[in-house]
């Protein structure tokens, strides 16, 4: 009996691994350390992203002068969602004077995936799958955290363009908005 026990809990063990949506990379020159602060480089503010919502072609730099809330999700994730529902209160509350975008880090979702993920929600800002060499950049900024979906992982641009990652879990309307407040 010990033995059918060990055994079913070793390939529930396996089977949980072997599922994990999230590839963290393993590259040992990948930072593995808390967030920080500064400056964004020129990679993070000029890469090309495409709305999914509009299909059209944008940048983070394309929104300087105003507060950003740069979000990294997957569809898969319960706390991503949680989060998104929070964005979506806090521009209910304060419109469009901060830009939100949720970019998706999960190399096994495209475009379609991401589009049925809005709908169902009804969540109407910036969305757009992170091109690996962003992802790496956002990675070599942040750290790994940066996108471990289920920390609903938020970097807050200010409008200088100093950006701060905000603290792990989900943030509520408040926080938000104190965080945006701290732009100022």
Request: hydrophobic residues 35%; proline residues 4%; charged residues 25%.
């Amino acid at each position: 009996m010990k033995k059918s026990f060990y055994f079913l809990f070793i390939a529930f063990s396996v089977f949980l691994v072997g599922c994990s949506h999230t590839e963290i990379p393993t590259d040992s020159s990948l930072p593995d350390r808390e967030p920080t602060s500064g400056k964004l480089s020129e990679t993070i503010l000029n890469a090309q992203l495409k709305d999914i919502n509009s299909q059209k072609i944008f940048t983070i730099n394309d929104f300087n002068g105003k507060p950003i809330l740069l979000e990294s999700f997957a569809v898969w994730c319960p706390v991503c969602t949680k989060q998104q529902g929070k964005i979506k209160e806090l521009h209910e509350e304060i419109g469009d004077s901060v830009v939100s975008i949720s970019l998706d880090t999960d190399s096994n979702e495209d475009e379609e995936k991401v589009r049925e993920h809005l709908q169902r929600n009804k969540f109407d800002w910036y969305y757009a799958i992170s091109p690996a060499e962003l992802t790496k950049e956002l990675i070599e900024e942040f750290g790994t955290s940066v996108i471990n979906a289920p920390q609903a992982p938020v970097i807050l641009i200010c409008q200088d363009q100093s950006a701060k990652m905000l603290g792990r879990g989900v943030k509520s309307v408040s926080e938000l908005k104190e965080a945006i407040n701290s732009c100022s």
